[in-house]
């Protein structure tokens, strides 16, 4: 498609002479010549227009050695233009190139040439920057006692939506300059090598020690295969920038001096970064946990790529490799538990970083095993809850949108005397639309056990499939898999399949209800689906050739009325919605299935495709599935 427009100038002129030719009409060489040179002049201006937006518009540097055959190109353009001008133009009009008497008197051909390259250039850098500074504004309609944190979640959600349309208008309005390295490793502080990984022997009594927590954070964070010259981990992350650096807070852990240690992938081990626990941390600690994991997100990593919608990649990255710290802590019988509710700065200030460039983004406590049920979800208790309040959104700082949508979906703890504001009315939840469609129940899923240690270091993401259709009781395994456990963090998250080839399955989008394992036609339902899909993806190849896609949506009503406040309910929706999708990848992998998380789609055409109405649910990830090539 995009060839045809490319190609078109091209088909258009064979055509013209074409048309001339079989007319008897067609000129002579030199003014073919002429013409010829014309339509190249319209393709070298297109290029170089298009160039120089881009270089304003994304704000790349002015002058840089890439360009430098470009700048002598149009140089040369420039001089040929003005030496030839004249005659060209004479050509054209099929006069004599020799000037009447008095030709002298009108402006150099030559001049007007170069002022019209001039005033194309600077009209395309001028264009490029218009369209390129876009800010966020946000609070201007929210009146008293009106969510602020949601005001600006919706905001920071629609700009960094993408659309066909919104290209043009589109830059990242923050510098995050270039590629930082992909590991952070605090070289200066003692090491303490961990054990190797632990697959537990049957029969073995789990306990939480060094070789257990280096199980835990190896399956989360751990390199499992090289390519490309890319170290490749345990959890997948978009475009493999592995935005996320864990730290460990040991209190019991065996083997693991009490502290705070960054987990030093490179290093093999924990580096230390405070003996005991600092006094923040432990305030924090529930009684009888044993340590926790911290998940904080180094911005830059996935921002020098991704601009403006690192926030999204990074808490759907982080929910992933939550779902395999949840899996493989299952697996050695460890209690692992998500907190939802907790003041991010002062951890932040424990460990060394520096919010606006890296933030907390999640707290996993640990506890002996038989001292807490297994996968309980730390809910706040109303008292924790009235310990903390949202903290108070900011619009774009520093580090632009990503710092103030992080500070939205913060929790300051509230300090001593301070009145908390009245809660912002719960944004409604919306009745669920009158459209009563025929409900196609799922065969019974039969939720084989697997042991998802293996399945995790085997993972990859698949991008190339058979054509092979997948069965029906396949696609209910999977959709089971995907919700279950229940919910840890968010209730919002939503799921629908776009079938492209399952068996018993028409091709189109289908709304799953998990409650009641049924799917329904969503009423977009249409043929052409491998094609909608694939537009949708940015025209990724791997969404239109899997034999079925998963739409992972939230419900904003649903997250907008979490217990911690509606900004802080996205981001654990996000994360909800990157655990479901990792789940989605260890069962089909334990199937012998492939799957690959696309985050790159057009907001807009997701929405259409899968039916829903884009105020109520957005699609925040892609996951697509088929029998790997
Ligand atoms: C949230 C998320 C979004 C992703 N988006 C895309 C995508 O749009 N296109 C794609 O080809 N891969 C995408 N991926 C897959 C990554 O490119 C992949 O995980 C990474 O290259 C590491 O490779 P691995 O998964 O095989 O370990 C995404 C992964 C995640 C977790």
């Given at each position: 498609?995009?060839?045809?427009?490319?190609?078109?100038?091209?088909l258009?002129?064979?055509l013209?002479a074409a048309v001339l030719?079989?007319r008897?009409r067609?000129?002579?060489r030199?003014v073919?010549?002429?013409?010829s040179?014309?339509?190249?002049?319209?393709?070298?201006?297109a290029t170089?227009g298009?160039?120089i937006?881009w270089?304003?518009n994304?704000?790349?540097?002015v002058?840089?050695w890439h360009?430098?055959?470009?700048?002598a190109t149009l140089?040369?353009l420039?001089v040929?233009l003005?030496?030839?001008?004249?005659?060209l133009?004479?050509h054209?009009?099929?006069r004599?190139?020799v000037?009447?008497?008095?030709?002298?008197?009108?402006?150099?051909?030559?001049?007007l040439a170069?002022?019209g390259?001039?005033l194309a250039v600077?009209?395309?850098?001028?264009l490029?920057?218009?369209h390129g500074r876009t800010?966020l504004?946000v609070g201007?309609?929210?009146?008293?006692g009106?969510d602020?944190g949601?005001?600006?979640?919706e905001?920071?959600h629609?700009?960094?939506?993408?659309?066909?349309a919104?290209?043009l208008?589109?830059?990242?309005?923050t510098?995050?300059?270039?590629a930082?390295p992909?590991?952070?490793?605090l070289?200066?502080?003692a090491?303490?090598?961990?054990?190797p990984?632990?697959?537990?022997?049957?029969g073995?009594?789990p306990?939480l020690?060094?070789q257990?927590?280096?199980?835990?954070l190896?399956?989360?964070a751990?390199?499992t295969?090289?390519r490309g010259?890319?170290q490749?981990?345990?959890a997948?992350s978009?475009g493999?920038l592995?935005a996320?650096e864990l730290y460990?807070?040991?209190?019991?852990?065996d083997?693991?001096a009490?502290?705070?240690?960054h987990?030093?992938?490179?290093g093999?081990?924990?580096?230390?970064?405070?003996t005991?626990?600092?006094?923040?941390?432990a305030?924090?600690?529930?009684d009888d946990?044993a340590?926790a994991?911290v998940?904080t997100a180094?911005?830059?990593?996935s921002?020098?790529?991704?601009?403006d919608?690192?926030?999204?990649y990074?808490?759907a990255?982080?929910?992933?490799?939550?779902?395999?710290l949840?899996?493989?802590?299952a697996a050695?019988?460890?209690?692992?538990?998500?907190?939802?509710?907790?003041?991010e700065?002062?951890?932040a200030?424990?460990?060394?970083?520096d919010?606006?460039?890296?933030?907390v983004?999640a707290l996993?406590?640990?506890?002996?095993?038989?001292t807490a049920p297994?996968?309980r979800?730390?809910r706040?208790d109303a008292?924790?809850a009235?310990?903390?309040r949202?903290?108070?959104p900011a619009?774009?700082?520093?580090r632009?949108i990503t710092?103030a949508v992080?500070?939205?979906t913060?929790?300051?703890a509230?300090?001593?005397?301070e009145t908390?504001?009245?809660?912002?009315p719960a944004?409604?939840?919306?009745?669920p639309g009158?459209l009563?469609?025929p409900?196609?129940a799922?065969p019974r899923?039969?939720?084989?056990?697997?042991?998802?240690l293996?399945?995790?270091?085997?993972?990859?993401?698949?991008?190339?499939?058979r054509?092979?259709?997948?069965?029906?009781?396949?696609?209910?395994e999977?959709l089971?898999?995907?919700s279950?456990?229940a919910?840890?963090l968010s209730?919002?998250?939503?799921l629908h399949l776009?079938?492209?080839?399952v068996q018993?399955?028409?091709a189109?989008a289908?709304?799953y209800?998990?409650?009641?394992?049924?799917?329904?036609a969503?009423?977009s339902?249409a043929p052409?689906a491998?094609?909608?899909t694939r537009?949708?993806?940015?025209d990724?190849?791997?969404?239109?050739?899997?034999?079925?896609v998963i739409v992972?949506a939230?419900?904003?009503?649903a997250?907008a009325a979490d217990?911690m406040?509606?900004a802080?309910?996205?981001r654990?929706a996000?994360l909800?919605?990157?655990m479901a999708?990792?789940?989605?990848?260890?069962?089909?992998?334990a199937?012998g299935?492939?799957v690959?998380?696309?985050?790159a789609?057009y907001?807009d055409?997701a929405?259409?495709?899968i039916g829903?109405?884009?105020?109520r649910?957005?699609?925040?990830h892609?996951a697509?599935?088929?029998?790997?090539?």
């Open positions: 498609m995009k060839l045809a427009w490319v190609l078109l100038p091209l258009l002129a064979a013209a030719a079989w008897g067609l000129p002579g030199t073919l010549n002429a013409w040179s014309l339509l190249l002049l319209v393709y070298l201006g170089a298009l160039g937006f270089v304003a994304q704000q790349l540097p002058f840089d360009y430098v055959f470009g700048y140089l040369l420039a040929h003005t030496l030839n001008l004249r005659t133009w004479a054209l009009r099929r004599p190139a000037p009447p008497a008095g030709a002298g008197r009108r402006p150099a051909a030559g001049a170069l002022a390259l001039g600077g009209g395309a850098y001028w490029g920057l218009r800010e504004r201007a309609g929210a009146g008293p009106s602020l949601l005001a600006l979640i905001a920071f629609a700009h960094s939506s993408h659309s066909r919104g290209v208008g589109r830059a990242p309005a510098d995050w300059g270039g930082p992909p590991f952070k490793s070289r200066d502080r090491l303490l090598a961990l054990p990984s632990w697959p537990r022997a049957p073995q009594a306990a020690h060094a257990a927590l280096a199980t835990l190896w399956h989360a751990g390199v295969a090289e010259g890319l490749l981990r345990a997948p978009s493999a592995f996320t460990v807070a040991a209190r019991g852990i083997g693991v009490a502290g705070l240690w987990h030093d992938v490179p093999g081990g924990l580096r230390a970064l405070h005991g626990l600092p006094p923040a941390v305030a924090a600690m529930p946990a340590g994991i998940a180094v911005f830059r990593r921002a020098y790529k991704y601009g919608r690192t926030y999204r990074v808490l990255d982080l929910g992933h490799l939550l779902e395999n949840r899996a493989t802590a050695l019988g460890i209690p692992l538990r998500l907190s939802s509710g907790f003041d700065s002062p951890l200030v424990a460990l060394g970083i919010e606006r460039e890296e933030g983004l996993a406590w640990l506890y002996e095993p038989g297994q996968g979800i730390d706040p008292a924790a009235a310990r903390l949202a903290a108070t619009a774009a700082a520093g632009g710092e992080h500070r939205a913060s929790l300051r509230v300090a001593s005397g908390l504001p009245p809660a912002a944004a409604a939840t919306v009745a009158l009563v469609v409900a196609m799922l899923p039969l939720q084989a056990f697997y042991d998802p293996p399945v995790i270091a085997a993972r990859r993401s698949v991008r190339r499939y054509s092979r259709p997948l069965a029906l009781e396949t696609v209910s999977l089971a898999a995907m279950r456990p919910a840890w209730g919002a998250v939503r776009v079938s492209h080839a018993g399955l028409a189109g289908w709304r209800d998990a409650a009641a394992h049924v799917l329904h969503s009423p339902a052409a491998r094609a909608r537009a949708a993806a940015l990724q190849d791997a969404a239109g050739d899997a034999a079925a992972i939230i419900d904003r009503g997250f217990a406040g509606a802080r309910g996205y654990h996000f909800e919605a990157g999708g990792e789940r989605l990848y260890l069962q089909a992998g199937l299935l492939g690959c998380a696309i985050g789609f907001d055409e929405a259409a495709l829903v109405d884009p105020q649910e957005w699609v925040v892609f697509t599935l088929g029998w790997p090539a």
